[in-house]
């Protein structure tokens, strides 16, 4: 039988040592590369080598050799792959314990970084199914996380928002105070405080150039949404330069630049720009719109305007430049109790136009309205400066000017210049005095409230107003219009009419021509 495993041929005999030598045991037509299997439980045989590439398989039973199948390879646990696996008929890989992938580059999808090569330092990105980038503007360095100029950062949500034409890189949007807010915390045992710095240079990043006056030096912005966009500037706090000669570092040491606080605000009801409100100069100066405080002083509110305006522990005194304790003022306000006895308030000039001035002495008071060489006169002057528009104990001037009360007069004038259409009368007033209703009665007047006043004086005799309207309507004020008013006419409250008054001075020429008439008919009767 062919390919057995058999003893060689020794002759006709065999000896020990050619029993146990090697090469008398041999198999059937033996050659280089056979194997041998057990082809039955008794007898071994002899399988011929096989051509390259052939891999063993099993036919009926026995081993055979045979061409490699195309079949899915299942799991990859050798280290070479048989030409006939295809890389998409692997499903799984084992452990890789060593060597080095040398083949294309891995994609995202199979979880390599689908790049050859990574720049140092750069973060890296996703970008869906496509290569991982490394980002030339966002790196890190192991200590500090780098964005490149012209790179923005946004804090809860996927966009940034436009105001005022601007898109700010660096922004923080949210929908609570907690995501919408920053905080900035420092906890240690020392005094130190966390911090926000704002630099201001007006050369390139790294290279130095002082600043000038007016520089900003940093500011915050208030935006409201008005309705269409965020462009609108409520409010605006920043810090200037207020200082023509600003004096630069040298040797390490810092210079010298002299700042101002500045508010600016839109003042409401309108579409105006935000103004500036409050401004704190270098010198401490508080100018508010267009005034100014020094707040330099611990004593009071000092130098508001000008020196010497002050409002403090000795009360407020408001003067001009030639101002001199002692003397009378040319123009200005003073409120004060300071070398002035008890008191003394002054508005306006002592030159000719228009002033008040209110003097306290003892339980005296001297109120003066208009101009008046000295204000040591106790008077009350309203218009010109003359002495018939004074109010006083004592005779002023040559005549009076006539004065009101609303429209009441407080003085009775009766000169040609001031009247028209003059004839000799031809009314009979004897006639119309005794048309006149003469009433008495008692005051009855909530305006009244002193308590020796006419309420208290007991019975009046006189006329009522809206009788006498129809008899003698010109001395009779009706407040507005009341005679053509249904209720002021019948007694009744209005509120649109005041209380009517009976100016009796009126009546005087009208009873004046009853005594004539009154005179001629005893005249007559005499005759």
């Known amino acids: 039988m062919a390919n057995e495993f058999k003893h ?38 002899r399988l011929g080598i096989g051509s390259n590439t052939n891999v063993l398989t099993l036919a009926a039973g026995v081993p055979s050799w045979a061409a490699p199948a195309a079949a899915a390879a299942g799991s990859l646990t050798g280290s070479t792959l048989a030409s006939g696996v295809t890389a998409s008929s692997l499903t799984s890989v084992g452990t890789i314990a060593t060597g080095v992938w040398q083949g294309t580059d891995v994609g995202v ?50 966009a940034q928002v436009t105001s ?8 923080i949007l949210g929908t609570t105070t907690a995501d919408s807010g ?26 130095f150039a002082i600043v000038e006056d007016d520089d900003i030096l940093g500011e915050f912005d208030f935006h409201g949404d008005d309705g269409v966009t965020y462009n609108t500037r409520a409010a605006q706090f920043h810090v200037e330069v207020d200082d023509a000669t600003p004096v630069g570092g040298s040797g390490g040491n810092p210079g010298g630049i002299g700042a101002a606080f500045v508010w600016k605000q839109q003042p409401g009801g309108g579409t105006t ?15 508010v719109s267009t005034g100014s405080i020094d707040l330099n002083s611990q004593s009071g509110i000092t130098n508001v305007g000008y020196s010497g305006n002050d409002w403090d522990s000795n009360g407020l005194r408001m003067v001009i430049p030639t101002y001199a304790p002692g003397t009378d003022l040319t123009t200005g306000m003073i409120i004060s109790n300071v070398n002035y006895p008890n008191g003394r308030t002054i508005i306006g000039q002592y030159s000719g136009e228009p002033y008040l001035t209110m003097y306290s ?6 109120v003066s309205f208009g101009a008046i060489a000295s204000y040591s006169r106790q008077a009350i002057r309203i218009g010109a400066d003359a002495d018939v528009n004074a109010f006083d104990n004592e005779t002023n001037g040559a005549g009076s000017t006539t004065m009101y009360i609303g429209n009441e007069t407080i003085t009775t004038s009766s000169d ?34 002193v308590e020796y006043g006419k309420n208290y004086r007991g019975r009046y005799t006189g006329m009522l107003a809206q009788e006498t309207v129809k008899i003698a309507p010109w001395i009779i004020n009706d407040q507005g219009g009341g005679r053509d008013c249904s209720e002021c006419l019948a007694g009744q409250d209005c509120e649109e009419h005041g209380m009517w ?23 007559n009767g005499h005759n």
């Open 164 to 171: 005022d034409s601007q898109v700010f890189k660096t922004q």
């Open 182 to 207: 920053i905080l900035i915390g420092r906890f240690d045992d020392g005094g130190g405080a966390p911090r926000i710095r704002f630099l201001k240079s007006r050369a390139p990043i790294g290279s």
């Open 273 to 287: 720009a935000a103004q500036e409100t409050m401004r704190i100069a270098a010198d401490g100066t508080v100018k």
């Open 361 to 366: 002495s003892g339980n005296n008071l001297s």
């Open 8 to 45: 060689g041929s020794v002759g006709t005999s065999l000896s020990q040592a050619e029993w146990e030598a090697i090469g008398t045991h041999v198999l059937d037509s033996q050659a280089t590369g056979d194997i041998i299997y057990a082809s039955s439980a008794s007898q071994l045989r």
């Open 416 to 449: 040609e210049r001031l009247k028209t259409a003059i004839r000799p009368t031809q009314a009979n007033a004897l006639d119309l005095v005794n048309r006149f209703n003469v009433v008495d009665f008692e005051w009855d007047d909530p305006t009244d409230t």
């Open 501 to 523: 008054i009976v100016s009796y001075q009126n009546l005087v020429p009208t009873l004046v021509k009853a005594i004539q008439e009154l005179s001629q008919e005893v005249r």
């Open 109 to 158: 999808a199979y979880g390599g970084t689908g790049v050859s090569t990574l720049a140092s330092n750069s973060v890296l990105t996703g970008n869906g199914a496509s290569a991982i980038v490394a980002e030339a503007n966002l790196t890190f360095d192991g200590s500090n996380l780098f964005l490149a100029n012209t790179i923005g950062m946004v804090v809860g949500h996927s």
